[in-house]
């Protein structure tokens, strides 16, 4: 089994900006995993507040020794192992699982969401995501978000109260907000809460920030609306810490290492009556096509990161009237573009 990666720059269509940051490009890392003739594709997205990069990639990467496993289809002893070598490197190790994943259901002939017994016209809507901007550029993304029936909003400074005015001046389309942990006053969080749920919201993403637990949980007790856990739940384990502190879990692959954990998070979310989110960073159509074979087992999807970025290497899942399209590709479903 070879493997082979480099890096690539992910150029975005406009600047994000969101509570605590702002960025126009997105470093990635491509990678492929290539045996008996098969070459399967797989991809790291890493926005560097989330503290990896190109270099600590290839420097993971490098500590990948696939040649120690026989047969690549034994994802339960190979992905554990390379999740061993290194804490951390989520995104790097997710590269590896979204590559071995593609190569076999390439092998097999069959999509992953057929693999795992999903009908494919379940998955759900996806959003569209309006990053912190002025008045002006909000109005002219929600424009262009006509399409899709949800517009995810990031909200979390002290223009809140205009990036929804900005909207509703625009669309009634059903609004989902991400705060990105930006409230820290619980009894304010909540009286903006009651106010956005005047406003066709239909629930708040990480409305504080994860050390505060005890708040977000007294939050939740009074909230008028559903409240989902991001930057609280990285990995598997932070799923049962959600329960009793959030109505939902938002899982990103490159946050919990790939499809195999991700599959994992969905089982246990709905055990503990979690709804379940999935989510993405801004990366090409590899990494997104790869969580859209999960889409169908989810509530709401906000798989958006492709349509962000002007250099898509690939071509993949698609977004059909703002619903997440499977198409019968094997594997995650994806074609490199010429
Ligand atoms: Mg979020």
């Not at 269509?13 to 509570?19: E, G």
């Not at 790097?92 to 002939?109: P, S």
């Not at 017994?117 to 929600?142: C, N, Q």
């Amino acid at each position: 089994m070879k493997l082979r990666f480099h890096p690539y720059t992910l150029e975005l269509r406009h600047a994000f900006n969101i509570a605590n940051h702002s960025r126009t490009t997105t470093p990635a890392m491509l990678v492929e995993v290539e045996h008996d003739g098969v070459i399967g594709y797989g991809e790291a997205a890493m926005p560097p507040y989330l503290g990896e990069s190109q270099d600590t990639a290839a420097a993971f990467l490098r500590l990948v020794d696939l040649n120690r496993f026989a047969d690549p289809f034994r994802l339960e002893e190979i992905l554990p192992a390379i999740d061993a070598l290194a804490p951390g490197n989520t995104a790097a190790k997710a590269a590896v699982d979204i590559a071995l994943h593609d190569w076999i259901g390439k092998k097999l002939g069959a999509p992953w969401h057929r693999i795992w017994g999903l009908d494919p016209a379940k998955a759900p809507v996806t959003s569209f995501t309006i990053g912190l901007d002025t008045a002006e550029v909000v109005r002219a993304k929600t424009r262009e978000a006509a399409p899709y029936k949800i517009i995810k909003v990031k909200l979390g400074r002290d223009t809140d109260h205009m990036m929804i005015e900005s909207i509703r001046s625009v669309t009634n389309t059903p609004i989902t907000v991400d705060a990105n942990q930006g409230w820290t006053d619980r009894s304010e969080a909540l009286k903006k809460i009651e106010w956005l749920a005047t406003q066709g919201v239909v629930f708040i993403e990480q409305p504080m920030p994860k050390e505060q637990r005890d708040d977000t949980a007294w939050l939740r007790e009074r909230s008028p609306l559903p409240l989902i856990a991001d930057e609280s739940v990285q990995r598997l384990a932070d799923v049962r810490k959600a329960h009793g502190v959030f109505d939902g879990v938002n899982l990103k692959l490159m946050k919990c290492t790939g499809l195999r954990e991700a599959h994992q998070m969905i089982t246990l979310a709905r055990a503990l009556d979690l709804k379940v989110m999935l989510g993405c960073m801004t990366e090409t159509s590899c990494a997104i096509s790869a969580a859209a074979q999960l889409s169908p087992l989810v509530d709401w999807a906000d798989l958006d990161g492709a349509l962000l970025i002007k250099n898509d290497p690939f071509d993949g899942a698609t977004l059909v009237d703002g619903k997440v399209t499977l198409s019968d590709r094997p594997g995650i479903g994806v074609v490199k573009r010429p």
